[in-house]
């Protein structure tokens, strides 16, 4: 094989947003062949592609041998495990699953299939000021005390919610802004920084819309090594703050307004806390503004190297696996703070899909859906 042939099941927002850039044919050995949406209508514009209504089918067409999962997310894990078993390399969207149990479903089928690749789409991994701050930790920072993200800028409107009937329902989707918009925050969060230990959520249930689930979050994080943090975001407030904050023990590190800046200690703080003499006194500092660009198109680049994998064996930059670690954050940060607990991680999946599956019966929400201009979707990436 030289060229992979590639389907898109789910034209929504983001499904025609990959089509766009693959039609345009910026990724190399690659060809969109198919698409498909349980809504059929609408994809015959996009002739003489394959069109299909059903994504069963078209991966057991023979049409194509890889394909990008871009429906809601519950049938993240269906349709990709139906990908996996019949040999159809898999990228699935942000979030893999829609709770842990189902994640470790899809990583199961991938363990029975490793030969088949399964990527995930976590494309802020592309971006320069991400990779420049893993860098940084590895080399400069020393060790890790404290982590805080306010991560509010994440406004929606009530038409925003209204405009798919899947949106903000535990039925549709199984969780709100944590798992949906600040899905890809967590999958950051967690590259970087590891895994916390323990989790305390507090989060309120439709805060600023008409929603049975969270859109208010303020979380609570401690990792094994003793290190604090907070996570908070919110898709009611506006302008937002989106302020990241990771604090070492020979610096600090602070992203926010496009600006990247390590404030260096000239000694470990813990190192010259011990040996001082006197008591006020604090090791001297520097801020140092560090540039970085913004990645040019990091869904293609994610694309592009889902395509050399399958083709050449290079390393994914997101393994399907590792998406299993933001559906458990944004999973355990309701999940704790429904029980009014702080949880210990590995969370159990089990519990929560038993959870989740109760919310679903209770839910009383009845949605009207609404057809909303949607231009302006774009305009969400950069976080
Ligand atoms: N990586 C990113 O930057 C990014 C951005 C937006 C959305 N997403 C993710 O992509 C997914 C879709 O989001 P969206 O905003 O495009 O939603 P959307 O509602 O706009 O589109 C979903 C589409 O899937 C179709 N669909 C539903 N069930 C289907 C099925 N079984 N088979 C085939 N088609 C089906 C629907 O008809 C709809 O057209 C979500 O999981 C979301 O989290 C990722």
């Known amino acids: 094989m030289d060229k992979i042939r590639l389907g898109i099941i789910g034209m929504g927002n983001i499904g025609k947003y990959h089509a766009e850039y693959l039609l345009n044919r910026k990724i190399n050995r690659c060809e969109l062949v198919a698409v498909c949406d349980a809504n059929v209508a609408p994809l015959e514009q996009f002739k003489p592609l394959k069109i299909f209504g059903d994504g069963g089918q078209l991966i057991q067409s023979g049409a194509v041998d890889a394909v990008i999962i871009a429906t809601p997310h519950f049938q993240h894990t269906t349709l990709g495990i139906a990908a996996l078993e019949n040999g159809v390399h898999a990228m699935v969207e942000k979030p893999i699953s829609s709770h842990k149990a189902d994640a470790e479903r899809l990583i199961a089928a991938h363990k029975k299939h490793p030969k088949i690749i399964f990527a995930g789409m976590f494309q802020l991994r592309t971006e320069p000021r991400y990779l420049k701050i893993q860098k940084l930790i590895k080399e400069d920072l020393g060790e890790i005390v404290r982590?805080?993200?306010?991560?509010?800028?994440?406004?929606?409107?009530?038409?925003?919610?209204?405009?798919?009937?899947?949106?903000?329902?535990?039925?549709?989707?199984?969780?709100?802004?944590?798992?949906?918009?600040?899905?890809?925050?967590?999958?950051t969060l967690q590259w970087l920084c590891g895994m916390p230990a323990r989790v305390r959520g507090f989060c309120q249930i439709g805060r600023f819309h008409q929603i049975e689930v969270e859109d208010n979050v303020t979380v609570y994080l401690e990792w094994a090594n003793g290190a604090t943090g907070t996570f908070i975001s919110s898709t009611g407030e506006t302008p937002g703050t989106n302020r990241f904050e990771i604090?070492?023990?020979r610096g600090t590190l602070v992203l926010e307004n496009n600006k990247l800046t390590l404030t260096r200690n000239e000694a470990d703080m813990l190192e010259f806390s011990k040996t001082a003499k006197q008591g006020f006194v604090k090791p001297g500092s520097r801020p140092e503004e560090i540039a970085f660009e913004n990645a040019a198109a990091p869904h293609a680049t994610m694309v592009q190297n889902f395509v050399n994998a399958i083709l050449d064996g290079a390393?994914?930059?997101?393994?399907?696996?590792?998406?299993?670690?933001?559906?458990?954050?944004?999973?355990?940060?309701?999940?704790?703070?429904?029980?009014?607990?702080?949880?210990e991680l590995p969370m159990d999946g089990a519990a929560w899909e038993k959870k989740l599956n109760q919310l679903i019966a209770e839910s009383k929400i009845e949605k009207k859906v609404v057809k909303v201009a949607t231009d302006d979707f774009a305009s969400s990436f950069r976080k």
Request: negative net charge; charged residues 15%.
């Open 315 to 343: 390393p994914l930059i997101a393994p399907g696996e590792e998406g299993i670690n933001s559906v458990e954050l944004a999973n355990v940060m309701i999940y704790s703070s429904l029980l009014g607990q702080t949880m």
């Open 247 to 249: 604090v070492g023990t």
């Open 147 to 187: 982590v805080n993200w306010i991560n509010t800028d994440w406004f929606r409107t009530e038409a925003y919610y209204a405009s798919s009937g899947w949106r903000a329902t535990w039925k549709g989707e199984g969780g709100g802004v944590l798992l949906n918009q600040c899905l890809h925050n967590l999958d």
